[in-house]
């Protein structure tokens, strides 16, 4: 963390999630309406497409790549939500949009883990969202679709943000954005053991964008600080995972 940091990329429109990749593509989304892919010779390409389904276009939040090359987006709509996937050509398709029969809300983030099964959280039921920035918050949701169907599989969240599961399967870990704190659960197959805090934010800390590395610790981004090069060390927190 001692390396001087530069911004990359330009021209961009609400880079909510930012993947990259082992050769040195960055993809990150784009409120447009798809993915502004950021080439190793950090030339760029808009990468977006449209639906039917969605008349004004799609709302990129969270974005995952897939091994074909196309993305999964989660759609963060004003009143909607679900998760589409966007192909190279622009073709974009519905890939969930209901669970147990009820639309989904609007959609926060989705990934899938290193068995292929698909995490989506949803943030909050209320509309609008801004309604649930309180530190009662307890409307979010966890989805999972392991090939047997989409379903609930945490519930009661307070403001479900980015999640991840560990790389051995263990642990679901997912960021409650405004009762500012990080959560996780244990894994049994296809169902969340009960949860538990492991990290818990003073104010102004409001845990948003996770990621696991390779030493077994938890790198949380808190979205209430103020991102300047100077202060980005603080908006950043390392949890060890036991």
Same mark, same amino acid.
Not at 173 to 194: A, C, D, K
């Given at each position: 963390m001692n390396r001087a940091l530069a911004p990359i990329g330009s021209d961009l429109h609400r880079p909510e999630c930012v993947l990259a990749t082992y050769r040195g593509d960055l993809f990150a989304s784009d409120s447009r309406g798809g993915v502004m892919h950021i080439r190793p010779d950090r030339s760029q390409v808009l990468l977006t497409g449209r639906t039917a389904e969605l008349p004004n276009g799609i709302a990129p939040n969270g974005i995952a790549l897939q091994p074909d090359g196309s993305f999964l987006l989660a759609h963060l709509g004003a009143e909607d939500g679900g998760v589409f996937t966007l192909r190279r050509d622009g073709q974009l398709a519905p890939l969930l949009r209901e669970v147990d029969g009820v639309p989904l809300p609007p959609t926060n983030y989705l990934t899938r883990d290193h068995s292929g099964r698909l995490w989506v959280t949803v943030s909050t039921r209320l509309t609008p969202r801004t309604a649930d920035y309180q530190p009662r918050a307890s409307t979010g949701f966890v989805v999972l679709d392991d090939g047997r169907g989409p379903r609930i599989v945490a519930d009661g969240l307070g403001y479900a943000n980015e999640c991840a599961v560990t790389p051995g399967g263990a642990?679901?870990? =997912?960021?409650?954005?405004?009762?500012?704190?990080?959560?996780?659960?244990?894994?049994?197959?296809?169902?969340?053991?009960?949860?538990?805090? =492991?990290a818990e934010f003073g104010p102004g800390g409001f845990p948003d964008g996770l990621a696991l590395d390779v030493a077994g610790a938890v790198w949380v981004t808190c979205a209430g600080h103020v991102l300047s090069p100077s202060s980005l060390r603080r908006a950043m927190y390392p949890v060890l995972l036991t």
């Open positions: 642990w679901l870990y =997912v960021n409650e954005t405004f009762t500012r704190r990080v959560s996780r659960s244990p894994l049994h197959g296809g169902t969340l053991g009960p949860k538990e805090a =492991v």
